[in-house]
């Protein structure tokens, strides 16, 4: 297994709920990472996981919330969004954060009402 | 701070060589990535170049590196319909924890 999966692959959510973004691995890769794109633009870094420890947080507001229960998955969980939060949330893995290969999933697609 | 620079546009007809180019100020860089992005998917990692090496080959693409002016490029040999999409050009430095500085990508379209 050499891909990085995503749910869902859309979302649509209003201000006021909560919904949770997922990502799994099964490559045994120990670093994951959650990039937000907007369109046209290039991925901005969210967050980096290490072994399963936030490693680095690109000081995201609050109502984003990133969780790593095990080595494969790596959850986002949302709350209190904006209209402006609409975009590609990309999640991506590498062996380790020196590894040479960063490879990406295909994204969930978030419309923010 | 860290830069990474490409131009935003390229159009190239089905058959021609295409070459993106990127230029980036860290000398610090370890690894230099080219992806690719088609619409609507995600990032395909196309290519990576160590920064101790001047050229790659895989296939129908060449990755140059001249250190000395932070000057990387992607050449692709004889482009087809389905290499239409945006390319970026990412950097990741020495000690950054795993962190990839993108360029604003380039996007090529090709003409039949």
């Known amino acids: 297994d050499t891909e990085v999966t995503q749910t869902p692959k859309h979302l649509v959510m209003g201000m006021t709920n909560k919904k949770s973004l997922k990502c799994e691995q099964h490559?045994?890769?120990?670093?994951m990472y959650w990039y937000k794109q907007k369109a046209k633009k290039p991925p901005e870094l969210m967050f980096v996981?290490?072994?399963?420890?936030?490693?680095i947080n690109e000081s995201v507001p609050s109502r984003f919330s990133p969780e790593c229960p095990n080595s494969s998955l790596l959850n986002l969980h949302l709350h209190a969004l904006q209209p402006e939060d609409s975009a590609l949330y990309l999640c991506?893995?590498?062996?380790?954060?020196?590894?040479?290969?960063?490879?990406f999933g295909p994204g969930t697609r978030l419309t923010v009402l | 701070g860290e830069d990474v620079e490409q131009s935003l546009f390229l159009s190239v007809r089905e058959g021609d060589s295409s070459v993106i180019n990127c230029t980036y100020t860290?000398?610090?860089?370890?690894?230099l990535y080219w992806y690719k992005q088609e619409p609507g998917a995600g990032l395909q990692l196309l290519t990576y170049?160590?920064?101790?090496?001047d050229m790659k080959q895989d296939q129908r693409l060449t990755v140059l590196l001249n250190k000395k002016d932070k000057h990387l490029s992607l050449r692709i040999a004889d482009t087809q319909t389905g290499d239409s999409a945006i390319y970026f050009c990412a950097e990741k430095e020495h000690n950054q924890g795993g962190k990839l500085i993108f360029g604003q990508g380039t996007e090529l379209s090709v003409k039949p």
């Open positions: 991506a893995s590498s062996l380790g954060l020196a590894g040479n290969e960063q490879f």
């Open positions: 860290d000398s610090s860089s370890t690894y």
């Open positions: 170049i160590f920064s101790n090496m």
């Open positions: 996981y290490s072994y399963e420890k936030l490693s």
């Open positions: 490559m045994g890769h120990r670093a």
